[in-house]
């Protein structure tokens, strides 16, 4: 089986970096599950504008302790899916600063870089992510809630991400 074709390279890249400073593939393994939980859960922070703060705590501590990414972590052990719910949160609040006000220059590219850094952790996951984004964007037109600018910005920029990785994401693809 050729793991690399399935899972992207970063999630092991960071696994071995983990590795060299800690000094034990099992010391890395519970470092990268430690980071990329406390990651996810401590990027509701940044909903503290829009949430409150005590709601947005509440949420990180929620999404920690959400039973599919206890199961993914625990039961499975899918480390690419673990570092893609730990950029998760961070990619949901700039997507709705793009539906929004259809964002910043540094917010359009931080999400464009979110997005290729999660096509790089977990393709699957990128693809998913793309799908209820749009999903999500649609409904938010539809009912009125953003502009047609703005939802087809956020297309554009999820197009954009997810092209940044393909000199990954094309190889894997077609078995190369």
């Not at 696994?15 to 519970?30: I, N, Q, T």
């Not at 673990?82 to 700039?94: D, E, I, K, Q, R």
Request: charged fraction near 10%; proline fraction near 5%; glycine fraction near 10%.
């Amino acid at each position: 089986m050729q793991l690399l074709r399935y899972y992207g390279p970063l999630p092991y890249y960071f696994l071995y970096l983990l590795e060299k400073v800690l000094g034990s593939p099992l010391a890395a393994l519970h470092g990268f599950i430690l980071f990329w939980t406390l990651w996810g859960g401590l990027s509701w922070l940044a909903f503290r504008r829009r949430l409150g703060t005590l709601p947005a705590i509440l949420g990180g501590v929620v999404y920690i302790l959400l039973p599919d990414l206890v199961r993914v972590t625990f039961s499975e052990g899918n480390l690419p899916r673990v570092m893609a719910a730990g950029l998760t949160p961070l990619l949901f609040l700039l997507t709705l600063a793009l539906l929004k006000t259809g964002g910043t220059r540094a917010e359009r590219m931080g999400f464009a870089l979110l997005f290729a850094l999660i096509t790089l952790t977990h393709a699957m996951m990128a693809a998913i992510f793309a799908a209820a984004l749009g999903l999500f964007g649609l409904v938010c037109w539809i009912l009125g809630l953003c502009s047609r600018a703005h939802f087809l910005c956020l297309i554009i920029w999820t197009i954009l991400g997810i092209t940044a990785a393909a000199a990954w994401l094309l190889p894997s693809l077609t078995g190369g």
